[in-house]
């Protein structure tokens, strides 16, 4: 939820940025709470960034997210394990399940499932910990292989193994259109799209390396059928990266500007993870995998059929 505010810009000496302005307004709402929570901001009906200045007379509205709590509360949530043992858990993730909650998702999450698991086992997290096991994400519509914790030690050696880029993962997924080649990789920056905060983009002058390796599984028509290979860990770097190609993932609500042809939503699954977990004092490399969803057999039978 979300809410709405305006006001007119009182008589100032010069020109002032926004956000002090609204920070001034809201004693506790401080400048980086509002670059967090920001949802809209509009100057005399325009479209405006918070670093923009603005003078008096003029007219400023903008919604703000409800903040979010970081108490974690425990709910009883069905997971499809895939494996455990003492120091970990392997969890299959449905598509459209938050990882952790946040504006709009506060019920229901992975996290406040995996804390009343946690409970039922011998585990030396506390009732202060805001995220209980988890040392990776996945976004709410990709489904998928996601690996937790435990205990803090495991939380620890599996955060680390992410950190130093020793997990392996492999993504499928059904994009729009054909890739370049059948094997090949994409190496890039990504940073904040400078037109919308809560989008990421691939930018030439500035951000964090992001690299992906790819291999095309099937060529349909239209579609293809891929493998992606995450080699960092950027925040939507899968989606970012096909659409800088020319073939956003098909159904993807944010990076693709095209209808979504299936109706499924998010053509992304996390079926792949090679990792050294800690077992039995010692530590061993396994591999996991979560079965191709079923949207994903009726897409590709979809597509089958059409060809």
């Not at 004693?27 to 325009?46: A, I, M, Q, T």
């Not at 792949?272 to 969803?293: H, N, T, Y």
Request: with cysteine; hydrophobic share 35%.
């Amino acid at each position: 939820m979300s809410k709405s505010f305006n006001f007119r810009v009182p008589d100032i000496s010069r020109p002032e940025r926004v956000d002090i302005l609204i920070t001034d307004l809201d004693k506790n709402l401080s400048r980086s709470s509002l670059k967090n929570r920001l949802e809209n901001l509009k100057c005399n009906g325009r479209d405006i960034k918070l670093s923009r200045k603005v003078q008096s007379g003029d007219l400023i509205s903008y919604e703000i997210a409800d903040e979010v709590s970081t108490e974690i509360k425990a709910e009883k949530i069905d997971f499809d394990i895939v494996y455990e043992n003492e120091n970990v858990i392997v969890i299959n993730k449905p598509s459209g399940m938050v990882v952790h909650p946040a504006a709009g998702n506060y019920t229901g999450t992975l996290a406040q499932g995996l804390k009343y698991y946690l409970c039922k086992a011998e585990s030396d997290f506390t009732e202060d910990d805001t995220r209980p096991g988890i040392v990776h994400r996945l976004d709410k519509d990709t489904s998928g292989i996601l690996i937790t914790a435990k205990n803090t030690s495991s939380m620890h050696f599996l955060s680390d193994e992410f950190r130093e880029r020793r997990a392996r993962k492999t993504y499928l997924a059904v994009i729009h259109g054909r890739l370049p080649a059948v094997k090949g990789e994409i190496k890039t920056l990504i940073n904040r799209d400078r037109n919308d905060r809560k989008k990421m983009t691939v930018r030439t002058d500035s951000g964090r390396e992001a690299h992906t390796e790819y291999r095309v599984l099937k060529v349909f028509d239209q579609y293809s059928f891929v493998a992606l290979y995450p080699k960092t860990g950027r925040t939507h770097q899968l989606r970012v990266h096909m659409k800088s190609m020319g073939t956003p993932i098909c159904g993807d609500p944010i990076y693709s500007s095209r209808k979504d042809p299936f109706g499924f939503g998010l053509s992304l699954h996390a079926y792949r993870l090679r990792i050294r977990v800690p077992e039995d004092g010692k530590f061993k490399e396994s591999v996991f995998r979560a079965p191709l969803p079923e949207r994903f057999k009726l897409i590709l039978k979809d597509l089958s059929k059409r060809d």
